[in-house]
């Protein structure tokens, strides 16, 4: 079976044992720390939970997109995309849109394109995310080779809509720095949002999930598309 995660265990110790504070002994039983470390199988930039959203409008006359650039080490296999879509005040169920899997450059050709998909919210509004399995034509969960180097997670709402209709994607606050990796193209061009984000600086909630080909979904804590 996939190894979803991998949980390692760092062990600290120092040797002092007694120590005189104030003219009194000290016995310290405590003298070791440890911490966990999780790996995951997917890349994220955020800490799972969102305090805002981001949101991009299509027209009739350009289809915005937004896009996360990741960097993979090694030569892997992706099989999935992770969304967090927060429940809001207004219904986008209808709404459908396609992701985009980039090799090196936005600017070269998709390396995959999905089906039309739609928003599925999770129970939890603020931190649950939706997984979006990588198919072929026929639908068929598969796997795709990313090569070591960058690759971009692109997202396009492909219904013309307002404003409010526009399918909210979770945006967490507290890893300002990974605007940096945030990219948005409104019909002029890919630019990286630091320059549009006002100083709201954080983390889009798009995540590739990596692995074999995932299985046709019977029941899981996820929702699986």
Do not use: C
Request: hydrophobic residues 40%; aromatic residues 12%; charged residues 15%.
């Amino acid at each position: 079976a996939p190894i979803n995660e991998i949980s390692l265990r760092s062990n600290y110790s120092y040797t002092q044992n007694i120590e005189t504070i104030g003219g009194f002994t000290e016995y310290f039983d405590n003298n070791s720390v440890s911490k966990d470390f999780l790996m995951k199988n997917y890349y994220a930039y955020d800490d799972g939970a969102a305090e805002l959203a981001l949101a991009v409008n299509s027209d009739s006359q350009f289809q915005s997109m937004l896009a996360v650039k990741y960097t993979a080490n090694v030569t892997d296999t992706l099989n999935g995309i992770q969304i967090l879509i927060p429940n809001m005040a207004v219904d986008v169920s209808a709404q459908e849109f396609r992701l985009f899997i980039h090799q090196n450059s936005l600017e070269s050709p998709p390396i995959y394109t999905s089906q039309i998909l739609k928003p599925i919210h999770t129970n939890n509004a603020s931190s649950g995310m939706t997984l979006y399995a990588l198919t072929d034509s026929d639908n068929k969960p598969i796997s795709l080779i990313i090569n070591p180097g960058d690759f971009f997670v692109a997202y396009q709402q492909i219904t013309a809509t307002s404003r409010d209709y526009a399918i909210p994607i979770g945006y967490d606050r507290n890893n300002p720095n990974a605007v940096s990796q945030i990219f948005y193209n409104t019909g002029a061009g890919w630019q990286n949002f630091g320059s549009a984000s006002a100083g709201v600086n954080g983390a889009l909630m798009i995540r590739p999930q990596f692995g074999p080909a995932l299985p046709m979904p019977i029941g899981t804590k996820e929702t699986l598309i």
